[in-house]
């Protein structure tokens, strides 16, 4: 079957750094996607990944290696704003994104 | 960038009334827009595809029956829940993607739907 699957919950401090993994089984990979959803509001585009490597952007950068499934989403310089929910999602042969639950990430002071 | 827009953004009905919610594309034309639910502290769960002029696609365990999706042009779908019941309750949220299976869903803000 397909799985994606990232940490439930993560925790860290105001202007520290994060990493936030995410490793994937599926019936073929187009992509993969980060997404940030914060409280009863849609996700919001952050990253997508279809070659190995890392793409830099800003405060935030995604990492993919395809064999071994797994990517990462690095944030740095953390701001409280920065709460919130992260997915991560592959786009499988069938060009359909499978989900992950979600890392709930919380910043503290 | 691209925006999507979704109407009403909440709504409060009573138990076995049908509801519709509209998701827009307000700046590309969507040639397939997704639907999806998502309950408190769960991931988004992927319940239909609809294309612009053809039926929607329909996730396993989703009745189509009872969610009834219209997607009629390239900026308008439709969502209609009928016969809502307390347990359809739950954040719907709906992506739009231009033509081409790589690029990137854009999605509307969500309806909160809460049945009584």
């Known amino acids: 079957g397909q799985n994606i699957d990232q940490p439930t919950e993560m925790t860290a401090t105001e202007g520290a750094i994060v990493q936030i993994n995410c490793t994937y089984q599926?019936?073929?990979?187009?992509?993969l996607f980060w997404y940030q959803q914060h409280a009863g509001e849609a996700p919001t585009f952050l990253s997508y990944?279809?070659l190995d490597g890392l793409e830099e952007k800003g405060r935030f950068s995604s990492f993919l290696s395809r064999s071994k499934g797994y990517s990462y989403l690095l944030l740095k310089e953390l701001q409280m704003k920065d709460s919130a929910s992260y997915l991560c999602?592959?786009?499988?042969?069938?060009?359909?994104?499978?989900w992950g639950a979600g890392t709930k990430l919380i910043i503290k002071p | 960038g691209a925006v999507v827009s979704q109407h009403p953004s909440r709504v409060i009905c009573k138990s076995g009334t049908s509801v519709k919610i509209e998701c827009r594309s307000l700046?590309?034309?969507?040639?397939?827009m997704f639907w999806y639910r998502q309950f408190p502290k769960q991931s988004l769960m992927l319940m239909a595809t609809?294309?612009?002029?053809?039926?929607?696609?329909?996730e396993q365990g989703v009745e189509k029956d009872k969610f009834l999706i219209n997607h009629a042009s390239l900026t308008l779908s439709t969502l209609t829940v009928t016969s809502a019941h307390p347990e359809d309750s739950s954040f719907y949220i709906c992506?739009?993607?231009?033509?081409?299976?790589?690029?990137?869903?854009?999605f509307g803000p969500g309806t909160r739907l809460t049945v009584l």
């Open positions: 599926t019936s073929g990979f187009n992509g």
């Open positions: 992506s739009a993607r231009e033509a081409g299976e790589y690029n990137e869903q854009f």
């Open positions: 609809s294309n612009e002029g053809s039926k929607a696609t329909y």
């Open positions: 700046d590309f034309q969507a040639t397939t």
């Open positions: 990944n279809v």
């Open positions: 999602a592959v786009m499988d042969s069938n060009y359909q994104l499978i």
